[in-house]
């Protein structure tokens, strides 16, 4: 595991830009290996899904059964699929979810649940609130109700100010954007690489080198009526003549790529065999308090999401006050133990 620093000169000041951890994930699929990297709480790829056996492309034979993509011209490897990973069509991006295709519902305009979709065991295709929250930690408050606002098919939503900038590989070339235009003060500061993957659509592919597209797990539906519900579903852009990135809403018949999102979990599920317990605030900047409806001793241990003993506290009458600014954003298990009882909570924490 290794971090990278870049270092940005803005307006004539020095500005440290800072990639959170990054590291790999093998696809036990295919044996695929992929860059993935930590952009606040959560684990994104930092490469295009490339799952899945290749259906050549021609506008007539859609994808129907799991397992399948699309490769820009056809081509496998370098300069099709192996650079620019797959693309997928909406039904193969959640894997026929709830038997759903690309002309009916799956049900999940705000999923409730996470869908594995075409993404390896452990990963889902993030939903559009998902989105949402890396967009806002990319750029602090640069739309924190982005995906609560409604929008029709073709009605862009322009996200940020240079969201689009901080996801985009720095790359210049064939093999990932044409041109420089809009790349914006700090290009792949977050380490997220986007590339300009293109699309399919129509018979036709198209946009290579100049737009990237990636679906949400999210489907679209028109507020009080049945307009287009079921037939197409929330996506993101990034575009070559924009720092900015792209809500918008495609049929669900386009190609676009796949980033996937890794499950939040920890080895011990949230349960509890004590009587009450509360954790607040949550999310927290690593302050918090823990109180208990119990005046019994107890036990409070943190454990990062790889079971890793962080920190260990006494509850005393029931209430105990954490200080644990030194903890990085991500997601924590709370553990509470008194005799043979134990409870767990999750704390995620934010700065």
């Known amino acids: 595991?290794?971090?990278?620093?870049?270092?940005?000169?803005?307006?004539?000041?020095?500005?440290?830009?800072?990639?959170?951890?990054?590291?790999?994930?093998?696809?036990?699929?295919?044996?695929?290996?992929?860059?993935?990297?930590?952009?606040?709480?959560?684990?994104?790829?930092?490469?295009?899904?490339?799952?899945?056996?290749?259906?050549?492309?021609?506008?007539?034979?859609?994808?129907?059964?799991?397992?399948?993509?699309?490769?820009?011209?056809?081509?496998?490897?370098?300069?099709?699929?192996?650079?620019?990973?797959?693309?997928?069509e909406f039904a193969e991006a959640i894997n026929f979810y709830g038997g759903s295709t690309n002309s009916t519902t799956d049900g999940n305009s705000t999923p409730s649940i996470d869908i594995q979709g075409v993404c390896p065991s452990g990963w889902h295709l993030p939903s559009d609130a998902e989105w949402c929250t890396m967009e806002n930690f990319v750029e602090q408050g640069a739309d924190p109700n982005c995906n609560l606002r409604f929008s029709k098919i073709g009605a862009y939503q322009f996200e940020g100010t240079n969201i689009g900038?901080?996801?985009?590989?720095?790359?210049?070339?064939?093999?990932?954007?044409?041109?420089?235009?809009?790349?914006?003060?700090?290009?792949?500061?977050?380490?997220?690489?986007?590339?300009?993957?293109?699309?399919?659509?129509?018979?036709?592919?198209?946009?290579?080198?100049?737009?990237?597209?990636?679906?949400?797990?999210?489907?679209?539906?028109?507020?009080?009526?049945?307009?287009?519900?079921?037939?197409?579903?929330?996506?993101?852009?990034?575009?070559?003549?924009?720092?900015?990135?792209?809500?918008?809403?495609?049929?669900?018949?386009?190609?676009?790529?796949?980033?996937?999102?890794?499950?939040?979990?920890?080895s011990i599920p949230e349960h509890s065999s004590i009587n009450t317990i509360s954790v607040y605030p949550n999310p927290s900047n690593g302050n918090f308090v823990v109180e208990s409806n119990t005046s019994q001793q107890q036990v409070l241990q943190v454990f990062d999401i790889t079971d890793k003993l962080l920190l260990t506290e006494i509850l005393q009458n029931g209430k105990a006050t954490i200080n644990a600014g030194n903890l990085t954003p991500g997601v924590y298990n709370i553990c509470i133990t008194s005799d043979n009882q134990r409870t767990n909570k999750r704390l995620v924490i934010i700065k």
């Not at 059964?65 to 496998?76: E, R, S, V």
């Not at 990237?212 to 852009?237: D, H, L």
């Open 165 to 266: 900038s901080d996801l985009r590989s720095s790359t210049i070339d064939s093999a990932a954007w044409t041109t420089p235009v809009s790349n914006g003060p700090t290009p792949n500061s977050v380490c997220f690489s986007a590339l300009a993957a293109g699309v399919t659509g129509s018979g036709v592919f198209s946009d290579l080198g100049g737009d990237g597209y990636w679906w949400t797990s999210s489907e679209f539906s028109v507020p009080n009526t049945c307009s287009e519900t079921g037939q197409s579903a929330w996506m993101r852009s990034v575009i070559n003549h924009s720092t900015q990135v792209i809500r918008d809403v495609r049929y669900k018949s386009t190609g676009n790529s796949v980033r996937c999102v890794k499950e939040i979990t920890t």
């Open 1 to 88: 595991m290794k971090k990278l620093f870049l270092l940005i000169i803005i307006a004539g000041q020095i500005k440290a830009q800072t990639c959170n951890s990054l590291s790999t994930m093998t696809d036990s699929r295919d044996g695929q290996v992929y860059t993935i990297v930590q952009i606040g709480i959560q684990w994104w790829m930092a490469q295009n899904l490339n799952y899945g056996t290749m259906l050549p492309y021609s506008g007539q034979v859609a994808q129907t059964k799991p397992g399948q993509k699309y490769c820009y011209n056809n081509i496998a490897g370098k300069g099709g699929c192996a650079t620019y990973g797959g693309l997928y």
